[in-house]
Each structure stands twice: as C-alpha cells, then as structure tokens.
C-alpha cells in the first residue's frame, strides 16, 4: 500500500465470511482487508488505495465507518510534501517525538519485528505482531479509531489480515496479528 490516499471502510457483518489460509503473500486479487472477530460481532475492514470502494466488493453487512486519509513515508523524499498533512506517518523510527514534530499526525508507525510498532496520538503505543507491513498496520490502527472503535478490544479478539474477495464473500488470509497496547507494547 504505497498510495498516498487510503480509503478505510468497516462494516458490521452479520455472518463469517469464509477464511482461506493462503501462504505467506498476499494473493493479487481483492482489497487488503482485516478481520476483527469477538464472541459478540464481527468487522471487517477494507483499506483501498486511493478514494473510493474496493473493485472486489464489500462485504454484506453495515457499513459504520467510511474515510479517506492520507499516508506517507518519511524515508521517501517524493512525500515530503505530505509529512505535514498525513494521518499516518510509516517511519524508520516511530515513536511519540514523531507525532511531536507533526502535529497533524494521528499515527507514527514503522517495522518492528516480529511485526510493527505505532504509536498513536492520545499517546499510546501499539505492537501488531504478525504483519510485515506498516503502512497497512497504520491505516488499519487509524480507520479503527477513526471509527470509534474500542483499541483495547484489539487485544483480546482475533485479529486476521489478507484479502477480501467480495464476489467470492471470502478473507483470503496472510497471517494473524497479536495486538498489544500500553508502554509493554514498545
């Protein structure tokens, strides 16, 4: 997800859609999706790059949150521009003087294996672990506090990523993530 402009869209669905495990790579078809599953609901996110709805389709359910925010890649000097307008900053170095130098920041977000550290604006931090990307970790962390969702929540329910494959109603999966928050996060 390297595209500047990223839509995040998350639905309420009522029932699972089916979940395929397939490898380590994403496969190429359908929208980078997470899937946040508790005993009571489930969501499903859907981060399309650029503005709009994915091409795949969407999964059948109610949307509660849809927004487009900008991501950029203080590393890459075609995003300078950008650094001060992001709502998510994917940083060698993320961390809270990230979020001190831009103000307009929401989320400062970097690889840290096993997976990503972020570090948010109300100043916590989060470990994902089990995802390689950052960019997908920070639209993912932003659309679901954007929405109003509960971040502690993420630590208790199953959180998976891949694919979604709306004509299919699938989540083609990579991997599942392990979200920790909190100062034991970093």
Known sequence: MTNRFVTAQLFRVGHLPTVERRGVAIPRQGAPALMVTSVRETHVMLLTPGRGTPRHGI???????????????????????????????????????????????????????????AALRDGRLVTIAGSTSPALCGSFLYGWRAAGMPLDALTTDSVLFGRYVGRIEALETTGRACVRTGEEAA
């Open 59 to 117: 999964p059948r359910g109610a949307r509660i949150f849809d927004g487009t925010h900008v991501v950029a890649r203080l590393d890459e000097r075609a995003d300078q521009d950008w650094y001060e307008v992001a709502d998510v900053l994917v940083t060698p170095q993320p961390g809270r003087e990230v979020l001190g130098r831009y103000p307009g920041c929401e989320v400062a977000v970097g690889a840290r294996p096993p997976g990503c550290l």
